[in-house]
């Protein structure tokens, strides 16, 4: 059976943004769902935080930014912030709000880990729910090598 893997948007924004420094090791992350090793979850929200941040920086880049997303729509499921995560949300106290909602999204889709550069999202939820692993980039591309 396969890993189903949750990416933050910081993930995607490195994949897109080709001048970060993790880019090379996101793309290799990408690279387990686009060779179909892993089911990779996305929320639609990602998709409009990274056009803000790629269009920003590449003002002439709509039709790349568009070409990227389709592509990424036929090899990743996309999910939605709905009126649950935001109420989930609403009840922490972690001091991220986003951080909270996309916990939710990963966890209500059954995922078995979440991808994350974010070094608090592992802080405020790791052991929450002993069915998802929340990993740095580097720690999930060991876990995949080894595998």
């Known amino acids: 059976m396969k890993i189903k893997v949750f990416f933050d948007t910081n993930i995607l924004i490195d994949v897109l943004m080709e001048d970060r420094p993790m880019t090379e090791i996101s793309n290799k992350i990408f690279q387990t769902v686009l060779s179909n090793k892993a089911e990779g979850v996305l929320v639609a929200q990602s998709f409009v935080d990274a056009s803000y941040m790629y269009l920003r920086k ?23 912030i709905d009126t649950f995560a935001i109420n989930y949300a609403c009840r922490q106290d972690s001091g991220d709000f986003e951080d909270d909602a996309m916990y939710y999204v990963a966890r209500s889709s059954f995922c078995d880990v979440i991808v994350t550069s974010d070094k608090h999202f592992k802080e405020r939820h790791q052991g929450e729910d002993p069915n998802i692993q929340i990993m740095t980039p580097e720690e999930f591309v060991a876990k995949i090598t080894v595998s």
């Open 58 to 80: 590449n003002p002439g880049g709509y039709d790349k930014f568009r070409d990227f997303v389709a592509k990424l729509c036929n090899f990743f499921n996309i999910h939605y």
